[in-house]
């Protein structure tokens, strides 16, 4: 069994950035799919990015070019760099991993197998 938990969540004005840190409870990190999910209030769950066993990320259309997913075999840990922080990224952040190295090409925010318990995210504007 995986255990993952994030961290690093906090209130920021719009126009900031925040560093999430998930570290996972065993050796994971280095070939297996990672990734980072939001909830905001009334919404359903979306994929923001993932990273695949080879090092490849993954991001969703909205958190592209401001949102960076870096992983950290060393610490068993991935991180999510959030710049340019907007109101509309509060929410609950999850980390989650899949089984498996691959993330699923176009599919890699479905089927992650474990997940976090979340750290929440405020931005003000």
């Known amino acids: 069994q995986v255990q993952l938990e994030e961290s690093g969540g906090g209130s920021v004005q719009t126009g900031g950035s925040l560093r999430l840190a998930c570290v996972a409870s065993?050796?994971?990190?280095?070939?297996?799919?990672m990734g980072w999910f939001r909830q905001a209030p009334g919404r359903e769950r979306e994929g923001l990015a993932a990273?695949?066993?080879?090092?490849?990320?993954f991001y969703a259309d909205p958190v592209k070019g401001r949102f960076t997913i870096v992983r950290d075999s060393a610490k068993n840990s991935v991180y999510l760099e959030m710049n340019r922080l907007k109101p509309e990224d509060t929410g609950m952040y999850y980390c989650?991993?899949?089984?498996?190295?691959?993330?699923?090409?176009?599919?890699?925010?479905?089927?992650?197998?474990?997940w976090g318990n979340g750290t929440l995210v405020t931005i003000s504007a």
């Open positions: 990273i695949n066993g080879p090092g490849q990320p």
């Open positions: 065993r050796d994971v990190v280095n070939g297996q799919c």
């Open positions: 989650a991993a899949k089984k498996a190295s691959a993330c699923g090409g176009t599919r890699w925010n479905a089927g992650m197998d474990y």
